[in-house]
């Protein structure tokens, strides 16, 4: 099995359930935008992909309107948003495993790189990343295949082969299969087994466990 040497990991839906903090704040957006939304369940489709595609997606908004609502939207997520969110169990566990075994764990995530560094820091799991790459606060970089190929040119001392993502959305999938390195959908975040597979990753699988298999036996010559 190939030896991998540089993971990368999403952050929403992947290390940490964000569910409460992202569809409050949607919904909070969407309330000053003159909708009401009760069920934030309906609201889970935006965690993972970048808000930009979401608005405009879900709610049809132009492009002013989509800048409105996520502006509105970080309004409450900086405030609240962001800390109403828990590690996914055993997440802490994983990653010092893999820092042990000498891995370069770096996260890849659409939501913008100064909340991420703060969230991985509220949970104590910033020192397990050497670094953080999401999208910039002007809504630039937001697509997953601008973030994986910013921490390839970052990281051009290895190959493709070296690297793997690991997501629970088609996002990530696709940016891993545009960019030309391995995956592994996560079934346990907010993305369905069908929407994963449909994607073409290498590995799909349903537990934190299952991670540490792949990449635990990926060290074995």
Do not use: W
């Not at 592994?184 to 369905?192: D, F, M, P």
């Amino acid at each position: 099995m190939e030896k991998y040497k540089v993971i990368l990991f999403d952050l929403d839906g992947t290390l940490s359930d964000s569910k409460m903090g992202i569809t409050k704040s949607v919904q909070y957006a969407l309330q000053k935008m003159g909708i009401d939304e009760p069920n934030i369940d309906k609201l889970e489709c935006f965690i993972g992909p970048p808000l930009q595609v979401s608005f405009a997606e879900y709610y049809d908004f132009d492009e002013e309107k989509v800048q409105k609502a996520i502006d509105f939207y970080r309004e409450r997520f900086k405030e609240k948003g962001m800390f109403e969110n828990e590690l996914y169990s055993n997440i802490p566990l994983l990653l010092k495993s893999l820092k042990e075994q000498q891995y370069t764990l770096v996260v890849a995530t659409s939501k913008p790189t100064v909340f991420s560094e703060q969230i991985l820091k509220y949970f104590h799991i910033d020192q397990y990343f050497e670094l953080v790459v999401g999208s910039n606060l002007d809504g630039t970089r937001t697509a997953k295949t601008e973030i994986i190929q910013y921490i390839l040119d970052k990281y051009n001392e290895y190959s493709l082969g070296d690297f793997i993502m690991i997501g629970d959305r088609k996002h990530d999938i696709i940016g891993a299969n545009n960019t030309g390195i391995d995956s592994i959908g996560v079934t346990y975040g907010y993305g369905s087994f069908e929407e994963l597979s449909d994607s073409h990753p290498t590995h799909i699988v349903n537990s934190i466990e299952e991670i540490k298999d792949i990449l635990i036996a990926s060290k074995v010559e």
